[in-house]
């Protein structure tokens, strides 16, 4: 500057301004400090510190998954550990039956004794049943997830019914870990035993209705994408056809058909495969998946046009109408009729009006003889069960009928029937209240093989419980291992801010002393 | 005797110059707190002296100029580092606020909230049958809902009030340049036309004052013309040009239901680079509509995800009437509907992009102009995802569609959409309907396609072919059940009700239903057996049914009271890949959400801090050329006092001088 004014030089307000500045800041500071120390945290917004937050966020989401799936365990310990002792007690009366029965073996006598001990065994298979009725927390333990309706019942005839179903309850116990909590009645007292397991393979054909889910055994076709080369007069044409906007063959039809121009359809002669007819030859690949295997489509390189693909082997499910069952031919017989006998009851079902299978499975569970049907789990053919712990079970055709041998459910004359560790006992008591001594014999060998069920179902029981107990102290740790990372990134170090907070005190209390001395000070004083 | 004279006047000019200077002083020590000014000096030179033989005597002194202390260049540079601070810190402040929004790491934290809802679904999932655990579960979704309700109208109102900000601040931008217009004409006056340039020294103070002030809304450019005036403009838009100054003008576009003003001046459009004005636009237009969008994908995608899943499964208890929450335009009712109908969806293909609010696709043409009017699209990729609009116009010869109001971001060819009334994209496939006959516990199941390929089965009808609309989907259900019950006897009717929406309607009681398997996702959209409601964060909610009737939470994939399966797949919807790209789940959506926040706020709040440390420098410097320092002017005061005492004691003596001649001759 040409002028007399330096740099050097310090206005009034900006001596002011500064000295104030350096006050507020260092006021700020014990503000924070303040807020740390009194709330704890370091991090008290994201902002705060942005990394250490998002960490913070994440840490806190697996400590809280992981104190979740302690809640789960201890949950599913109590079930299980509920289960286990109902069994031991099971167990017990189990044993205390065969005490008895071999009493009669070994001692004489007479009706009235049988019938006495024969009352001994009906009680304690009842106080069996109501101990296999179990709850935990309110929940039926036994029951499979039929959790609200006790599973076991004696019914009049002195047989036990099972309610429940074969679908065990089943909890997150770790990241992709399930754990079965409960174990069903078929699995503990083989409650379904009986079963005709069904001897005929059911091959459906398709319609266009028909699921892709339930293509190639149910394993169903991957979402994906097909190209398509056909040759028509005037040269080769590609398209790519997506296909993973269809759930059915319907679609999938009529998406191709739209895209390439070629006519697809479900093959008439065999009616479970798909004809692909248009221009000469015919080329299709797959685009981005498996589609066009799983489509039984796939040409090994260029065909002739038309081409028929392969079987789509579609699986059964409950939805699979009656007619396309048996390669299209459906049941042949025109009024469907199967007797079944379960026990000492015995209806007959008229299957005529079933559209699906669900349809015929509402209707055999509906003839009120305990007895129900279900696809078998290869998706091939049903088998018929009974709820009746060791009841025999026939199925008939009634009279010069062709149902229950079209549908492989047709049993010899005599039935079938199964041990069960319930129905084993009911025939027991039977056995000794009649006092027949060669059948007491062979049921008393039996028992054996019973209590091998009881004691394979505690085993398991005691083995989820191990790997419960396990996977609870592993979380354990995890829990300890996650809040001392995340107090590390969020809370407040106290030695730290204690003694940040002790000398921006003794730092303010100088810069006051220092300012109010300044401030005060002017030439003004002087002149 | 006439150099005596001389000599005297010699000794007033030095009083007069004297006095001028102290009063200078004085002007300095009382503006010494006066906010924008500037300190002034009083030059002092010697008169012309006269020849005196071969000498030049002196004639005294007089007062050149008084000037104010300033650099002009340090003074642009204030002005312009203000602005640039002005601007960090409205950022600054809009974060800080969003942050208080979401107020997370304390209670009632949205994280906080979502794991709660969590954790009671974990619940749930063990004790399925458990009226306790579902009570549990909607009370938590209802806070999670209240939570995402209450930050999605937060932000909306953030972003009302930064455009009162906008609008109040140029009103007071106005205010500025019309004085500084007013002041200008004042100073050419003083300054006589400028042959006395930077004589007004105090109200050029007052004009530097405002023009920082403006300078703190937006970026400026100044110029000072040969008569004193000046001339403010920004981007090449006079905003004061002599004694004229330009108001400004805004206009009111609706923008995701907030009124906002553009701002014009004489009709050319403002756009900040720095300033308040920059960082309240920014604000307004990108920081807040980014949490915005960010915080409506999560909560669209958490509810539709959800009631994908929830929709196809059983509760404790089933429903015996259910009636859709959404209500579908005229045009997606049948194919016969008053101006054309349009099935249920319909997807398509951006084929000229370029623009926010049209873009073109020929697939459809070949019908009536107003096809699509009254619609809404859905982007499904592309820049604008998860947006709609409504279709206000659509021309037929080029498939053009025009919209509403713009989508946020222009749309590219390629891009794919959804034009429907349904808020969610649906596709072609089919969900399965179970009748629960109460008495006797026999369960019934029906599959509805949901016809929505865009392509004939059978005879071609282009463009939609036999795609459904909702009265397919309605004739479909009563004829299966019909030939299933026979007529009269369904359990239910599938019916379209008054006001658009889908109803299954109970006729026989005894009967309860539920659905599962949708893979069209048709439920989901439409709203029957949805868990939550609403399409965007401010309307999130809980279903009503659900809220009234927790027992139609759904938990099982089959009416079996212990089947978990749907809760363990919902408790599981948070770590699923449901965002095209990174973050792909929800709870890594809105993890990075947050740490976007925090990290954008900490580093606002460095910027800002930055920039004031930059104009507390160059403060700093302007006071050390324009500040007064008290202390200075005292030692001044005493100088000029001396001078003001010797010319006193000068003009004595020559007083003395002249009476010694007048007595002694």
């Known amino acids: 500057m040409a002028d007399s004014f330096g740099f050097d030089r310090i206005s009034s307000i900006s001596r002011d301004q500064y000295l104030l500045g350096d006050i507020q800041r260092v006021n700020k500071r014990i503000m924070d400090t303040t ?37 789960n365990i201890q949950f599913g310990r109590g079930r299980l550990e509920t289960a286990e002792n109902s069994l031991d007690q099971i167990n017990d009366l189990f044993n205390r039956t065969r005490d008895i029965l071999l009493t009669q073996l070994q001692a004489p006598f007479t009706t009235q004794t049988a019938t006495q001990a024969s009352q001994a065994i009906q009680l304690l298979l009842e106080e069996a049943v109501d101990i296999a009725n179990q709850k935990y927390e309110n929940e039926y333990i036994f029951g499979g997830q039929n959790t609200e309706n006790p599973p076991f019942e004696v019914l009049a005839d002195g047989s036990v019914r099972y309610n429940g179903d074969r679908q065990p309850v089943t909890v997150p116990i770790s990241d992709l870990v399930n754990s079965q909590v409960t174990l069903t009645g078929p699995e503990a007292f083989s409650a379904f035993s009986t079963t005709v397991t069904g001897s005929a393979d059911l091959d459906p054909n398709v319609n266009g209705s028909t699921k892709l889910s339930v293509l190639n055994q149910g ?153 129900f049907a279900e696809i078998n789990s290869a998706g091939s053919g049903i088998d018929i069960i009974s709820r009746r712990s060791g009841a025999t079970l026939i199925v008939a055709e009634s009279g010069a009928g062709t149902a229950a041998s079209e549908l492989g459910i047709l049993t010899p004359g005599t039935g079938v029937k199964t041990d069960s560790v319930f129905g084993l006992w009911s025939e027991i008591e039977t056995a000794v209240g009649a006092g027949n001594i060669p059948t007491m014999s062979t049921l008393g060998d039996l028992m054996e093989s019973m209590q091998d069920v009881l004691l394979s179902a505690r085993a398991e029981i005691g083995g989820r419980v191990i790997r419960m107990d396990l996977t609870e102290m592993r979380h354990l740790d995890e829990q300890t291992f996650l809040d001392g990372l995340t107090s590390e990134l969020v809370d407040v170090d106290l030695a730290e801010a204690s003694m940040n907070f002790q000398r921006d005190q003794t730092l303010l209390q100088a810069a006051l002393q220092a300012t109010a001395k300044t401030l005060r000070l002017s030439i003004l004083d002087y002149i | 005797m006439t150099d005596l004279f001389r000599a005297l006047s010699v000794g007033t000019n030095a009083l007069e110059a004297n006095q001028s200077a102290l009063q200078t002083i004085g002007h300095n020590i009382a503006n010494a707190n006066t906010e924008g000014y500037h300190r002034q000096r009083a030059h002092l030179s010697a008169t012309p002296s006269y020849d005196f033989f071969l000498h030049q005597i002196g004639t005294g002194v007089s007062v050149d100029r008084v000037r104010r202390a300033l650099d002009v260049t340090l003074e642009r540079s204030v002005r312009e580092s203000l602005g640039q601070q002005a601007s960090y810190q409205k950022r600054m402040e809009t974060l800080t606020r969003i942050e208080d929004v979401f107020n997370e790491f304390n209670t009632g934290a949205l994280t906080n909230s979502l794991q709660d809802f969590f954790d009671a679904l974990g619940d749930l999932s063990t004790h399925p049958e458990d009226q306790g655990a579902r009570v549990q579960l909607v009370g938590m979704g209802e806070i999670l809902a209240d939570r995402i309700q209450y930050i999605g109208s937060r932000l909306q109102m953030e972003r009302s009030q930064l455009n009162d900000t906008i609008e109040a601040t140029v009103t007071q931008m106005d205010e500025y340049t019309s004085q500084v217009a007013s002041l200008n004409k004042e100073i050419v006056v003083l300054e006589n036309g400028g042959s006395d340039n930077g004589a007004a020294n105090d109200l050029r103070d007052r004009r530097d004052l405002f023009v920082q002030r403006i300078g703190e809304m937006l970026d400026i450019r100044v110029t000072e013309s040969t008569n004193g005036s000046i001339n403010v403009s920004h981007n090449g838009i006079f905003l004061v040009s002599g004694g004229s100054y330009f108001p400004s003008g805004t206009s009111l576009t609706i923008d995701d239901g ?23 636009l920014e604000a307004r237009d990108t920081l807040v509509p980014h949490f915005e969008n960010q915080l409506r994908d999560f909560s669209r995608t958490l509810g539709f995800e959800f009631n994908k899943i929830h929709s196809s499964g059983f509760g404790s208890q089933l429903y015996s009437t259910l009636t859709s929450t959404e209500s579908l335009h005229d045009k997606n009712l049948s194919s016969t509907a008053a101006g054309g109908g349009i099935p249920l969806a319909v997807r398509g293909q951006v084929s000229t992009g370029g623009f926010s609010n049209q873009f073109n696709d020929t697939t459809f043409s070949g019908a009536t102009n107003d096809r ?50 349904l808020p969610f994209a649906v596709q072609n496939g089919s969900f399965d309907i179970t009748f629960l006959q109460d008495s006797t516990g026999v369960e019934k199941t029906f599959t509805i396609e949901v016809d929505l390929d865009g392509a004939p089965s059978g005879v071609a009808s282009p463009p939609f072919h036999d795609d459904d609309h909702l009265q397919d989907i309605v004739n479909d259900i009563n004829s299966q059940l019909q030939t299933f019950y026979g007529a009269g006897s369904e359990p239910i009717v599938a019916e379209i009700t008054s006001d658009n929406r889908f109803r299954l309607r109970n006729q026989i009681s005894g009967y309860s239903f539920g659905f599962s398997n949708d893979t069209s996702h ?71 959400l947050l740490s976007d926040l925090g990290t954008q706020t900490a580093g606002a709040r460095e910027l800002h801090e930055n920039q004031s440390v930059l104009t507390d420098n160059l403060e700093n410097r302007r006071q050390q050329i324009s500040g007064v320092n008290i202390d200075e002017e005292a030692t001044e005061l005493i100088r000029f006092q001396r001078a003001f005492q010797g010319a006193a004691r000068f003009i004595r003596v020559i007083d003395e001088l002249l009476a010694t001649l007048i007595q002694s001759t």
């Not at chain 1, 370091?42 to 510190?49: A, E, G, H, I, Q």
């Not at chain 2, 998860?386 to 390629?414: C, K, S």
Request: proline fraction near 3%; charged fraction near 15%.
């Open chain 1, 35 to 71: 807020s740390q120390l009194t709330s704890g945290k370091r991090v008290r917004k994201p902002s705060d510190d942005a990394i250490a937050s998002t960490r913070a966020l994440g840490l806190a989401r697996l400590r809280d998954d992981s104190a979740q799936y302690n809640t």
């Open chain 2, 372 to 421: 699509f009017v009254g619609l809404e699209v859905l982007a499904l990729s592309g820049s604008n995802a998860g947006e709609r609009r409504t279709v206000t116009d659509y021309v037929d010869a080029t498939g053009q569609f025009i919209f509403e109001e713009g989508f946020d971001h222009n749309f590219t060819a390629g891009d794919t959409y959804q034009i429907s009334s």
């Open chain 1, 219 to 371: 394993l169903g076709v991957s979402s994906g994408k097909v190209r398509v080369t056909t040759d028509v007069t005037g040269g080769s044409v590609t398209t790519v056809v997506d296909l993973t906007q269809t759930t059915n063959l319907q679609d999938v039809i009529d998406r191709i058909n739209q895209d390439t121009g070629l006519t697809v359809t479900i093959d008439g002669a065999t009616g479970d495969r798909l004809t692909v007819t248009g221009g000469t030859t015919l080329n299709i690949e797959e685009e981005d998946s498996t589609t066009a295997r799983d489509l039984g489509l796939l040409t090994s390189g260029s065909v002739a046009a038309p081409f028929t693909g392969s079987d789509l082997d579609p699986a059964l499910d409950s939805l699979t109408p009656m007619s396309l069952l048996l390669n299209g031919a459906g049941l042949t017989d025109p009024t469907p009729t199967i007797v079944i006998t379960n026990g000492n009851d015995t209806a007959t079902v008229n299957l005529s009006s079933a559209q699906t299978l669900q349809d015929a499975f509402n209707l055999i569970e509906q003839a009120d003889v305990d007895v």
């Open chain 2, 522 to 592: 048709l439920l989901a959209a439409v709203g029957m057996g949805t868990f939550f409601t609403g399409d965007n964060a401010r309307n999130f909610a809980l279903n009503d049914l659900i809220s009234q009737n927790p027992g139609l939470v759904a938990t099982g994939n089959t009416t079996r009271a212990g089947n978990n399966q749907v809760a363990l797949l919902l408790a599981g919807i948070r770590d699923k890949t449901v965002f095209d790209g990174t973050p792909s789940t929800l709870s890594t959506y809105l993890t990075s």
């Open chain 2, 258 to 280: 907030v009124a906002e003003s553009t701002l014009s001046v004489g009709g050319a459009p403002l756009s900040p680079s720095s300033g308040s004005l920059h960082g309240l």
